[in-house]
């Protein structure tokens, strides 16, 4: 499989997006934010960072960069896309994801692991996440309270399009478990199609062994990628 | 010409810099505030032309990019 990762001035997790892409056994490329095409891939990452320095609001500038323009068509047609961090900061801002991503209501940056509780297993990006499973993967962000209007977050829950929760070691959605004051401790999300998500924590930061601790945010990868296996597969007779 | 545009959160949308600002207002003994909202402001210099026309240019652009609906309002002025 092929992944794009697009590349904006003030991304910076470009490289390890790129780095899981390979360590999973497939191909990566970066795409610049002036390219205007994504070309010949099977998945899309908008990485995380600080893209045109968080100017005005996050990803509010870099969703009118030419390149977004080849992501929105991608995903119109179904192609799988995935933000990180600011990439979900600017997924939302295209309208690709509904709802926004506004200031920590600790108004600190929070650099800290976390666990996620997967909420849904039915989707590209959480389907090879073990039933029951708490992901520790890392936040590093000072804009990652989720916000959706009452109508949106009702959306959100009856088509199941919450995919990851903030939660305690236990597995709980408590408040204190919560970092940055998100509706309903979400942490990610995909579109009403399922075929675009976004999510404030950084699996590509935990998907070694060697760099630290776990490498629970492999599977979040391994996930887009079965799906992407199984759609190349010719359908069961 | 000139325009003048001031965008604040949404009163339904969670403004942690509104409630800080708020509380070190009571803690400085500041009296009688209710509440407090940070938002932003942006000064567009034009160049002389129809006025509704650039109105609603930039009421677009307030729109689309200037502002975010979801979690903002905006104000314009033109002068």
Redesign the interface.
Known sequence: MKFAVLQFPGSNSDQDCVYTVRLCGHQAELRWHKDTSIGDVDAVLVPGGFSYGDYLRTGAIARFSPIMQSVQAFAAEGGLVLGICNGFQILCEAGLLPGALIRNRSLQFRCEPVHLKTATHDSAFTGEIPEGKLLQVPIAHGEGCYFADAETLASLKANNQILWQYANAQGELTEDANPNGSLENIAGICNERRNVAGLMPHPERASEVLMGGLADGKLIFDSMIAALEKRTQPAAA | MKAKIIIT?KK???D??GK?VESALAHMGYQGVQGVHVGKYIEIDLADGDRDATRKQIDDACHK??S?P??EDYHLELE
Do not use: D, K, M
């Open positions: 959160p339904a949308v969670l942690p810099q800080t990019f200037l975010n979801v979690i």
